[in-house]
């Protein structure tokens, strides 16, 4: 479970983790963003009210100036002061306050400046104002700060500071200011903001990602079919040495490295041929001395051992030939090359016959897939006296089932085991049946991995006892 998980938050391929990144940078840049237009946006719903405040306190200011005595001040100031602005006189100079240091500092250094300014242009000189604080209030008469933006027609200001009446002595002043009848931006609207700038945007993004991820690893993929063709037919086409310098280098290092290979197989098999040449020699020798003996029964037993040494050299010859690939892929008419199969074994005088067709030719190496083919046809006429060919062919991959009569291969582990090079059973080497060198499925089975498919055994049960063996090839089509 968490394991899929973490595959479902972090992708397994480089391409999912690459549009995730991208994705996930822009979601970052965005959300800082959208902080800062949240908080210019705060600062604005404050503006207004602030702008209100201040005249206000303008208005206060020259009313008070001009008040004649002691009485008619306080006078002016009760007749000023209501519910929502409240007038309170400071005797002395109050305490110098410290600057404050929260995050909402800067909101009111901006909304301190921004109220010194139109008492200024209002009175036409500088008034000492020491703002104390400045908070927007909900609908509901909360303090909820950004969050009133969400759920508030018409937020207000509340205003709290001390303002220095020239000549008068200073005031401590509260007071409630509203939006002069103009609506903030309720949740639908910050709603749908978030949703064209996040959704829209976050989708746009993975779109375009999707796509541009897509081409920049397309050499990337390029690189891995390759790869995975090199297995197939070591000598394909080399890879096209293009776009970035990374995957350039990368072909070049993979061209590199299939023409070493190249080199190590010619020379392996350049090697194995002289061995077997250079075997030949002493072993017609040997041939001709064995002869040369008197007694009849050590000449037959040498010439054994003779004939079982160039068996030897001839199958080891005989596997690196037949799963080295060296012709072109082509397109195959496997039910052509399977009647043919069927019809040589008829005139040898063995049963064989094939059932089913292709839908159409499939890629491959011809020389080698008839080799894996004859190769199953004929295990199946030496233990099983006849060969039954099934063809199945679903669009996507080719299934030849060669069936047999024969008395299977009960154990699941030796049906296994018979892949390996030399190795046989013993119920199978009766030298009446033919037995070969144990080869013939080792090579039927690098060929068939060759072409990108698979070759299993299976015993077919009939009445619940073993009827045959069932020889099943499976050839992917990749046209």
Known sequence: MIAKLRRVVWPDTLFGRLVLILAAGLFAGQLLTSTIWFDTHDNRTLEIPARLFASRLADTVRLLQHAPDAATRDVIRDELSDARYSLRWIAGTPTVIPAPTTPQSLTLRATSGLISGVIQ?????????????????????????????????????????????????????????????????????????????????????????????????????????????????????????????????????????????IGHMTERSRFLAAVSHD?????????????????????????????????????????????????????????????????????????????????????????????????????????????????????RQVRVCVSDDGPGIADAALRERVFEPYFRIAAHRDEDKGGGTGLGLTIARSIAASHGGTLTLTNRIEGGHIAGLDAELVLPRDD
Request: proline share 4%.
């Open 121 to 261: 242009k209002r009175l036409g000189e500088p008034i000492e104002v020491r703002l104390i604080d400045a908070q927007i209030r909900d609908d509901a008469g909360r303090h909820r700060g950004i969050l009133s933006l969400f759920d508030s027609r018409m937020p207000t200001g509340d205003f709290h500071v001390l303002l220095n009446v020239p000549g008068q002595g200073w005031l401590d002043v509260h007071s409630n200011e509203g939006q002069a009848g103009m609506h903030s931006e309720r949740g639908e609207l910050v709603f749908d903001y978030l949703l064209r700038i996040y959704l829209l945007r976050f989708a746009a993004v993975c779109a375009i990602a999707f796509v541009a991820v897509r081409f920049a690893l397309a050499p990337l993929r390029q690189l891995t079919r390759a790869a995975q063709a090199l297995g197939r037919n070591i000598h394909r086409a080399p890879l096209p040495e293009s776009g970035p310098q990374e995957v350039r280098s990368a072909a070049q290092s993979f061209n590199a490295m299939q023409q070493q290979l």
């Open 279 to 395: 075997l030949r020699s002493p072993l017609t020798r040997l041939r001709l001395r064995a002869e040369m003996l008197p007694d009849a029964s050590w000449r037959e037993r040498l010439r054994g051992d003779l004939d079982e040494m160039e068996a030897m050299v001839r199958a080891t010859l005989d596997v690196v030939q037949g799963v080295e690939i060296t012709e072109a892929r082509q397109k195959i008419d496997l039910d052509s090359m399977l009647e043919g199969l069927a019809e040589d074994a008829r005139e040898a005088g063995h049963a064989a016959r094939v059932t089913g067709t292709t839908r159409a030719p499939i890629n491959g190496f011809a020389r080698n897939l008839k080799r894996c083919l004859q190769n199953l046809v004929d295990n199946a006429i030496r233990y099983g006296s006849a060969a039954r060919i099934a063809v199945r062919d679903d669009g």
